[in-house]
């Protein structure tokens, strides 16, 4: 083997232990402090939930007010009381950790909520269909816009006592109009 004057070969002779040695050889470091047992800038552990991006659920949402909520063929949203209505079937499924989007089965409108409050069912995915899903003290889950506020408040899906949509504006996380139970098809 050729002599090498660029320092190639003494790293070849000596192999790394494990790969956090070789980001340490390699990496710039970008945070102060000592490096931690990684070899990387100690800090908060940061967490992968990978596993739960994609998760599709069959549900029907049911609210607190006795009615499942359904997407009808030209995206208005409302409650029924019945529980064969094949529109209340609804995917659930996981855009980020704790926001989900959901769809109408038989629709195919996305249940979405507009800068506004209004409550709409939107053909194609977009930033407002995107939810935060919170499950609540009393074990209903909550549905709120990731993406808009009103005056800092979140504003949530809920349906009225007669099974019409909540102005988003109107409504709050205490507030049983927009307690949901999703149960399983």
């Known amino acids: 083997m050729p002599s090498c004057t660029c320092g190639a070969e003494q790293l070849l002779d000596r192999v ?3 790969t956090s040695e070789t980001e ?27 596993h739960l991006q994609g998760d599709i659920r069959r549900r ?9 909520l359904r997407i ?8 029924t009381k019945s529980k064969d ?5 609804l995917e659930i499924t996981s855009v980020d950790v704790g926001v989900v989007a959901i769809k109408g089965l038989n629709s195919n409108y996305y249940l979405a909520i507009g800068r506004k409050g209004d409550l709409y069912g939107a053909r194609e995915f977009g930033i407002d269909c995107t939810l935060k899903e919170r499950i609540e003290e009393n074990g209903y889950n909550t549905y709120a816009s990731a993406e808009w506020r009103n005056k ?6 809920g349906l009225n006592v007669h ?16 307690h949901f139970l999703p149960i399983m098809v």
């Open 16 to 18: 790394p232990l494990n």
């Open 24 to 50: 340490l050889a390699f990496r710039p470091r970008t945070l102060g402090g000592a490096p931690g047992r990684t070899g990387g800038p100690q800090g908060r552990h940061v967490r992968s939930y990978n």
């Open 60 to 68: 029907k949402l049911f609210s607190f007010q006795k009615f499942f």
């Open 72 to 79: 009808d063929k030209n995206g208005t949203v409302s409650g």
């Open 85 to 89: 209505d094949p529109l209340s079937v």
């Open 152 to 157: 800092k408040r979140q504003m949530f899906v």
């Open 163 to 178: 099974g019409k949509p909540l102005k988003g504006k109107k409504t709050r996380r205490k507030n049983t109009a927009t």
